[in-house]
Structures are given as structure tokens and as C-alpha cells.
């Protein structure tokens, strides 16, 4: 059985063109891609009221061509953001992304859980209750509208942000309670400096929790660095990937695995970090 592996397209040099960037991942052998269309395609306009079918078609068109299909649709805004105004408008573009995600021959539109702060910096009311009331409020309305569309909205937890914990998601999963929400596993985004040292427990919890509702595994690595977690390509950090692939083989086959922090230079030596683990366990 091999490993699905897929890579964020904006981790490839020289962006811009969707056919080169289905080139580069079709070299390196991906079945997949997370497209963040500003992103990715920076001078193709993507803000709100700019999505077409004929946009998703001609993407999804180029990208088939080399045999490359669209995992996640990235969307990645605040929905907690402190403006009012800028949450709502975050919030319409998101639906938009669900409204043609279809077209994109994909299913998954994917989201981190914001701050209250407007850089997406720390705040420790991101972990009160008064805020992740905000978060089921916004959650509640992006799954109202995928509901819709036969579409699933992708919530990926952060230390940092408003979901910080596999115990934090499985409250959201409960709160908002429809199979349109599912999770986008990365585990290094719930590794901070104070529990680094408990990462296997992590692991282990997020999946006997949320199992179930995985439908995405994001793949980066992370080093301590002056008393710090700092994010580094896959294979060169300290995540228990023996641990992990071991349980995602046996729980999720087939689940699609996404490179993440990799730039285009440390893909190759990634990839094979990870295909050799994943056939020796």
C-alpha cells in the first residue's frame, strides 16, 4: 500500500501558472494538491465575487491533465475576527469557496479557527469561552451553507488560535453537530514548548478522538529553537512520524497526506523520508 501524498501548491517556486504548477507536482509523483488561490495564483483574481465555474473547470482541466486532483480547496480566513466587518466579509468569501468547490472536483474547504487578534497573533482569550462561542457561531454558518452544496468544511486546530487542542475540536465537532464538518490533522500544529516532551500522548488522543472525522493529514515537522517550536520541512525535525504513519496506515488508508512548511528544494528528501517509514511499519 503506498502512501497518498499530496503538497500545498504554494510551497512550489515560481508560481502563478496552474500548468507548471501540475507539472512540478505530477515530477514529483504527488496524486494531489491543497490550491489556495491567492496563493497560488496571486495574479489571477480570487476575492469575493470572483469565483466562476469556468474558473474551477479550467484549473480542474489542467490539473487532470497530469493526473492531479484538488484535496482541499484552502480558504484560510479569521473567523473570529475582532472587525466586524472583515469577519463578515472573510466569512462571504469562504462560502463562495463552498458554493463552487464542486467545480474544483473537490470536496473539502479548509480553515484554521483565527484569533481574536486581527494578525492572527496570540491571544489568550483565544482559548475562553466567550470565543470559541464566536468559533461555533462561524463554524455553525460556513457547515449551514456546505450542508448545501454536498460539501465539507475543513477545520484544522492550532496551539495558537481559537481550537488549540484535539479535546477543543471534539467540543466544536459536538457543538456544531452535521457531517459537514471534518478535520484537517496537522499534529505539529498542536506541539508548543510546553508539551513537545508529550507529543506520542498528542498523537494518540487527537486520533482515538477524532478518528472518525479525519478526512486530510497535513505533514511538517518542528524543531525547539530558543525556547521555541519552530516549523521545519518533514524528516528534519523531531515528530514522531513512525508513530503516526503507523497509525494512519492502519486507521485512514488512502487518507491523502499533505506536505506542508516543504519547500519545493526539500521535497524529494521528504518524500522519501516518508515513503520508507510507511512501508516499514
Known sequence: MNLNLGVRAHDFKKLDNIETIAQKAAEKKFSAIQLALAKSLPSL????????????????????????DVAVLGCYINPVHPDENKRRKALDRFKEHIRFARDFNCSIVGT????????LSFNPENH??????????????????????????????????????????????????????????DPANLIDINNYKNQDQIIMEALDLLEDRIVIVHAKDFIVSNNSIKMVPVGKGLLNYKLLLKEIKQRKPFINVLLENTKEDFMDESIHFLNTIYESV
Open 45 to 68: 483574481n480570487s476575492e469575493l465575487g470572483a469565483l466562476s465555474p469556468g474558473m474551477a473547470n479550467y484549473i480542474t482541466k489542467v490539473l487532470n491533465k497530469h493526473n492531479i
Open 112 to 119: 484554521e479557527t483565527g484569533s481574536l487578534n486581527a494578525d
Open 128 to 185: 475562553g469561552e466567550q470565543t470559541f462561542t464566536e468559533i461555533v457561531k462561524s463554524i455553525s454558518e460556513l457547515v449551514e451553507e456546505a450542508e448545501k452544496f454536498g460539501v465539507i468544511v475543513g477545520v484544522e486546530a492550532v496551539t495558537k488560535y481559537t481550537i488549540h487542542t484535539p479535546q477543543r475540536m471534539k467540543r466544536l465537532l459536538d457543538a456544531v453537530a452535521s457531517n459537514n464538518l471534518q478535520v484537517i490533522f
